[in-house]
């Protein structure tokens, strides 16, 4: 199947520091990631869809100025949380859909800890 | 607007056991399903999905799934659970030809043997 990767698998970094997330479609093309947050024991919060070539579409209550987007290429898609504090600390999850089909595929997510 | 409602919180089932898992969503029309399985610390790996067609959905790792239009339910069902199939499950609804996914809130499965 589709392999989605994500760099780091996680990440420390002390607060105040922007930390970039790169999320790639290995074996296959994708116009749309989807970047999404997961608190512990709860579910994936959609944060933004990205686009390739165009500007990301934020969900309502998503700081954009915050959460910085790139969609350089079909198969990159970087997150850069910016100014980072300990109320960002989650795992972010990528996803990417495959321009051929209907599926999303999942990244394997990254774990974030700002102290 | 889209929601999806896993009623069971967590489950325990004995090995070899049969699994089932709800799902109920709300939408408009027929939307797109989708059931994801997420180990510990891991991202989420695509079971099944159901974008039309017949309603009993066979998926990976033995799971089907039924879609009852009447119900809005899209239930998840194993005929015998191993221990690897431990993990968290997450129902998904999007509209169609939208890929921004709503998820339920998760069902965790654990195996006892």
């Known amino acids: 199947g589709a392999v989605v990767s994500q760099h780091p698998s996680w990440v420390i970094c002390k607060s105040g520091t922007s930390v970039k997330i790169e999320c790639r479609s290995l074996?296959?093309?994708?116009?749309?990631m989807f970047w999404y947050r997961q608190f512990p024991k709860q579910s994936l919060m959609l944060m933004a869809t990205s686009n390739e070539g165009s500007k990301a579409t934020y969900e309502q209550g998503v700081e954009k100025d915050k959460f910085l987007i790139n969609h350089a290429s079909l198969t990159l898609s970087t997150l850069t949380v910016t100014s980072a504090h300990p109320e960002d600390s989650s795992f972010y999850i990528c996803?990417?859909?495959?321009?051929?089909?209907?599926?999303?595929?999942f990244g394997p997510g990254t774990r974030l800890t700002v102290l | 607007a889209q929601s999806v409602t896993q009623p069971d919180i967590h489950i325990t089932v004995s090995e070899g056991a049969s699994l089932e898992l709800r799902c109920n969503y709300s939408y408009g029309a027929t939307p797109y399903l989708f059931w994801y399985v997420q180990s510990p610390g891991q991202g989420l790996q695509l079971l099944l999905k159901y974008f039309s067609g017949d309603t009993l959905v066979q998926g990976i790792k033995g799971f089907e799934a039924e879609f009852k239009r009447s119900q809005s339910s899209f239930n998840l069902r194993k005929p015998s659970v191993h221990w690897s199939d431990a993990a968290e499950y997450f129902c998904?609804?999007?509209?169609?030809?939208?890929?921004?996914?709503?998820f339920g809130a998760g069902t965790t499965v654990t195996v006892r043997a």
């Open positions: 074996d296959f093309q994708a116009t749309t």
């Open positions: 996803s990417a859909r495959d321009v051929r089909g209907d599926t999303q595929y």
């Open positions: 998904a609804v999007g509209p169609p030809n939208d890929y921004k996914l709503s």
